[in-house]
């Protein structure tokens, strides 16, 4: 069973938001500490150097152009985990091929 996890940014850093911080506000589900921010959740994946990977993350690999060649290119993560790892074996690759290079939040020139 994979881990959940979120994340918010809050217009200059990251912060992990904890599961029992969640409540009801005018009929929609949001974080106590993070009401208005955008909520990234944990994918369950990690990279070549361990760090998890959430929604909004941009990865660096060398992924599959056909059969025999690879190409290295920048993908945004735009799903959770079932999505995410469909998006990876549908590229036919290993989470050792890639690396968390930034986010849409902090680093958006890199999409």
């Not at 918010?8 to 009401?35: Q, S, V």
């Not at 079932?82 to 074996?89: D, G, L, S, V």
Request: hydrophobic residues 35%; charged residues 30%.
């Amino acid at each position: 069973m994979r881990e959940i996890k979120f994340r918010a940014w809050d217009g200059e850093k990251m912060i992990l938001l904890h599961l029992d911080d969640w409540t009801f506000y005018n009929g929609e589900l949001c974080h106590r500490n993070a009401p208005l921010f955008p909520i990234m959740q944990y994918t369950g994946l990690k990279d070549k150097n361990g760090k998890e990977i959430y929604e909004g993350d941009i990865i660096e690999g060398y992924f599959p152009q056909n059969f025999t060649d690879k190409k290295k290119q920048l993908i945004k993560i735009n799903s959770t985990s079932e999505n995410a790892n469909r998006a990876f074996r549908g590229y036919q690759i290993n989470l050792t091929d890639v690396e968390v290079i930034g986010n849409i939040h902090e680093t958006p020139d890199l999409i």
